[in-house]
């Protein structure tokens, strides 16, 4: 017998033989969405997610299950869960690839050396089944979701749509002979940050090289078309790069309709044509954090009140891209400094006080120059892992 826990209140630990089970039937599925809240029940960094949106993510209706396959299992001790994991073949990576690398995600579990052995081992066993070398992770579930384990900045919350993690997760990671391959930054900035003088200058010099707008009600979905044509491209030659479906960016659009003001969304056009995009995203996990996940019965009053009404003192930018034929050059520069000082505008006027960039590749020197130049610090990383199977 499964023992569910409640969410909101902690599990008892208990010692007792560690027993994997597939997650099939739908009192094991809710078993798994809600084992965070004994996981983090002593964090008061953690933000319980919404229930109804975990549904949805976990949902054979998410685009990402049109061209991946997964699995999922619950660690049990004495018919109570103790940790989760899933798996994950991408045919999209594959394709791109060709490495015969598969994933592993929604990773929660106690403290234990063999809770986390045996629920990397049977991801592990499963993507062996299948077929594939590698294993990398975690990703829930995909390169463009909630990406790598937190290793740094355990003591904020997280911002919409990134993850928390306990500081013991990476070191158990790495006792199952994993490596951490890339790490990914999340940078804090003040929404008053001064304009440097490069910033000044660059906007300047090309002011008459192109245009901005605000993305058109009138013409959303023409204007989705374009930010996707854009990230796909932008982001084409970046590590793990796996492009938007558009079935997939459809449904990141009408989240961005529901939840975002179109003032923040802004396209920069250079020659008429689309070839910069950002979106400033409100953080509804500062509006939801005390509702323990939960909507009903007067949760959405609250979250509707917080969210259109006071409105959030942080947001996050997490989708942002210049067309590749601009990277490097002085117009590219000028379109992501020009697209950020109006947001900053806008920001302000809407009494945000601090945003989020993330993520951002360690690597990505050009964009982490921008951001830095500007005030921006990394205050969070987050690690992915890879092992060969």
């Known amino acids: 017998m499964l023992s569910l826990q409640t969410p909101g209140k902690p599990a008892h630990r208990t010692e007792g033989p560690l027993v994997i089970r597939a997650v099939h039937a739908r009192r094991m599925q809710r078993a798994f969405r809600c084992l965070p809240w004994s996981i983090y029940a002593a964090d008061p960094a953690w933000v319980p997610p919404l229930q109804l949106e975990r549904r949805m993510h976990l949902s054979p ?149 192109f245009n901005t707008r605000t993305i058109r009600k009138t013409a959303f979905q023409d204007d989705l078309k374009a930010i996707r044509r854009i990230f796909n491209d932008a982001w084409s030659g ?21 939840l ?18 950002m979106v400033v995203l409100p953080n509804l996990n500062e509006a939801i954090r005390d509702l323990d996940g939960r909507l009903l019965p007067f949760g959405w009053l609250k979250l509707l009140w917080r969210l259109k009404v006071r409105g959030p003192r942080t947001a996050r930018i997490p989708l942002m891209g210049v067309v590749r034929r601009h990277q490097g050059t002085l117009l590219g520069a000028a379109m992501a400094y020009r697209l950020i000082g109006e947001l900053q505008e806008i920001a302000l006027d809407r009494g945000l006080q601090q945003v989020e960039l993330s993520w951002i590749l360690e690597d990505n020197i050009g964009m982490r120059s921008i951001i830095e130049d500007i005030g921006g610090s990394v205050y969070k990383t987050y690690r992915i892992y890879t092992k060969s199977l």
């Open 61 to 209: 209706k998410n685009p990402y299950f049109a061209h991946a396959e997964a699995r999922f299992w619950l660690a049990c001790r004495n018919g109570r869960p103790v940790g989760r994991i899933s798996a994950q073949v991408d045919r999209l990576h594959l394709e791109r690839y060709r490495d015969q690398t598969g994933f592993f995600g929604m990773l929660e579990a106690e403290d234990n050396p063999e809770t986390f052995g045996a629920l990397l081992g049977t991801a592990e066993g499963w993507l062996r089944s299948r077929g594939m070398t590698e294993v990398r992770g975690p990703f829930n579930l995909s390169v463009n979701q909630e990406c790598g384990t937190l290793v740094s900045g355990f003591h904020t919350p997280p911002v919409a749509m990134m993850g928390h993690a306990r500081p013991y997760v990476g070191r158990r990671i790495e006792q199952c002979g994993y490596r951490g391959v890339k790490d990914l930054l999340a940078y804090i900035i003040d929404a008053g940050f001064r304009h440097s003088p490069a910033m000044k200058t660059i906007i300047r010099r090309t002011r008459k090289h």
């Open 238 to 258: 970046n590590w793990g790069f796996v492009p938007f479906t558009r079935d997939e960016f459809d449904h990141l659009g009408k989240d961005l309709k529901l």
């Open 260 to 277: 975002v003001d179109p003032a923040y969304i802004r396209i920069a056009e250079a020659d008429g044509v689309p070839a910069a995009f």
